[in-house]
């Protein structure tokens, strides 16, 4: 199982631009790179997959290297409401049957 | 609760009571999983299933039973519970586009005593 290594916290400002690497090392070649975010007393909710390249959608973006050892969440513009813990996760596309989550990125949005 | 019902939201317990967690889904989707989150740690899989009357284990199995009778039904039995089992479970299926986009229900907050 790929394993993954990310920043246990991180602070930023409201309106800056936050990014969170994440490392994965042992990726496979059948493995996606995929973020979830998680609110105090909810579960995870999904943000965003990649392969290879770059993945951009409504709420993020996604940076990956073409050695595909790391990537790098990118969140726009950040609210106080973008405060909770990010987890970097790495799998083949299976419903997550080999996700290993660790503590995650606990991300800290100041005014 | 994206289509993930979770039932109790909170429960607390007596060492070696049994109880069963409910979750439910509203779409017919073969796959569906158990994962319990620790404070301060991130998620483990429990149990998961690839259909009805197909289950399997995760990485923390002991303790725990599940049955898939039907594909809309996931329930988790706590067989005799112990203050280890303390913890949140979040029951779980995919997203419409992608294996990996898990919709995940809103959490049981299970205290054992």
């Known amino acids: 199982l790929a394993k993954t290594t990310q920043p246990i916290s991180m602070d930023s400002y409201e309106g800056q631009e936050v990014n969170i690497t994440c490392s994965h090392n042992n990726i496979a070649t059948n493995d996606y790179i995929t973020w979830y975010q998680q609110f105090p007393s909810q579960g995870p909710r999904f943000i965003i997959q990649?392969?290879?390249t770059k993945v951009t959608n409504e709420v993020a973006s996604l940076f990956i290297p073409a050695d595909r050892k790391s990537s790098t969440l990118s969140l726009p513009r950040v609210s106080l409401s973008d405060t909770a813990v990010y987890y970097c996760?790495?799998?083949?596309?299976?419903?997550?049957?080999?996700?290993?989550f660790g503590p995650g990125t606990r991300l800290s949005v100041l005014p | 609760n994206a289509g993930v019902t979770q039932t109790p939201k909170f429960q607390v317990l007596k060492t070696g009571q049994s109880m069963t967690l409910q979750c439910a889904q509203d779409?017919?989707?073969?796959?569906m999983s158990w994962y319990r989150q620790d404070p301060g740690m991130g998620l483990r899989l429990i149990h998961y299933?690839?259909?009805?009357?197909?289950?399997d284990q995760g990485e923390v199995p002991n303790g725990y039973n599940v049955s898939r009778s039907t594909t809309e039904d996931f329930p988790l039995r706590l067989l005799s519970a112990a203050p280890s089992q303390t913890s949140v479970y979040f029951c779980a299926k995919p997203g419409a586009y992608s294996g990996n986009t898990i919709y995940f229900g809103e959490g049981s907050w299970l205290t054992v005593v």
């Open positions: 990649g392969y290879k």
């Open positions: 996760l790495v799998g083949e596309d299976n419903y997550g049957q080999n996700f290993v």
């Open positions: 779409m017919n989707h073969e796959y």
């Open positions: 299933s690839v259909g009805a009357g197909i289950t």
